[in-house]
């Protein structure tokens, strides 16, 4: 009895030193198992982050192409608007170039034609004159204009100073520069009348040349000679040239256009030597090409005139329908 109790103790103790030792030294697999555990969670996870990236730049590729063919038409656009504005303008210089040319033979022709007829009604003229006793009064009532001219240009003085000092507190820096060149030349011109004091009135054709127009102004006819009809011409002139410097100089100030706001328009004198017409003649036919230079200049174009050799001119056929002559033989 005390012999099977002893290998029922020994055989215990056997197995609980083999249950320890299995504890000790588990099984081969179960550590390959843990070791590859990890790894193939890192690669699942490195896979994770690749498919990602993938996706990521599946998103981005079509963004940038779609952002560079929006960028590249664009681009494109931006050419052609290009290229479209440059082939305008050298189109329109084109154009500006061919109608100035054309203008330019026009008036040549035209300066050619007045020139002969000028000088056919200069022989015409020399062969008719006045009498003795309308020479002199035709004299009287120059030496009568004049004396009234001089009286108005001292009154004048005023009212430029006036205006030109509204001008620089409206700002409108491009009238008041052409105002005063105005002024300036205007006063070189009175200067020269002012010294005129000697002035020879039997030798001056005017005076004994007989009429040769009519013209219509006011409701009343008048009569004038080649030398008065051609003080009228250059009224209309001198009108249109300084009513376009004064139209292109409200434009470019930004100012509304009212041609008669302008004091060269209510001077009106600009040319007028005092002789051969009455003062209210040269105004009215300065006013008259005054206002269709304003608007030309004011909405940059040439309806009534023309620039040539740098200057501003009417048109002669607009010319010929603002004076009206009627040719008395």
Do not use: C
Not at 178 to 196: G, H, K, S, T, V
């Amino acid at each position: 009895m005390p012999m099977k109790r002893t290998g029922a103790i020994s055989t215990a103790i056997l197995f609980v030193l083999l249950g320890t030792a299995a504890l000790a030294y588990p099984p081969q697999d179960h550590q390959e198992e843990k070791q590859n555990k990890p790894e193939g969670e890192a690669q699942q996870k490195k896979q994770k982050q690749q498919d990602q990236n993938k996706q990521q730049q599946d998103r981005v590729q079509p963004q940038q192409q779609d952002k560079n063919e929006q960028q590249q038409q664009r681009v494109q656009q931006q050419q052609q608007d290009q290229n479209k504005q440059e082939q305008q303008r050298a189109q329109q210089q084109q154009q500006d170039q061919n109608r100035q040319q054309q203008q330019r033979a026009q008036q040549q022709q035209q300066d050619q034609n007045r020139q002969k007829q000028q000088e056919r009604v200069s022989e015409q003229q020399q062969q008719v004159r006045v009498s003795q006793q309308r020479q002199q009064e035709l004299i009287r009532q120059q030496q009568q204009r004049l004396t009234q001219y001089r009286q108005h240009l001292d009154q004048e003085q005023v009212r430029a100073q006036r205006q030109t000092a509204e001008l620089q507190q409206q700002n409108r820096r491009s009238q008041y520069r052409f105002q005063e060149n105005y002024l300036e030349r205007q006063r070189q011109q009175q200067m020269a009348f002012r010294n005129d004091r000697d002035h020879n009135y039997e030798r001056d054709p005017y005076y004994y040349t007989a009429p040769s127009y009519r013209y219509y102004r006011g409701g009343s006819y008048y009569e004038t000679n080649e030398y008065g009809a051609d003080l009228l011409r250059h009224a209309v002139n001198h009108g249109y040239e300084e009513g376009f410097r004064t139209g292109e100089a409200d434009r470019q100030d930004h100012w509304r256009s009212d041609y008669q706001d302008s004091y060269a328009y209510q001077d009106a004198n600009y040319g007028y030597s005092g002789y051969y017409l009455a003062q209210d003649d040269y105004n009215y036919y300065f006013r008259e090409g005054f206002r269709r230079g304003y608007e030309d200049g004011y909405s940059s174009r040439y309806e009534y005139g023309r620039y040539s050799n740098g200057s501003y001119s009417m048109l002669d056929g607009i010319l010929s329908q603002v004076l009206g002559f009627q040719s008395l033989r």
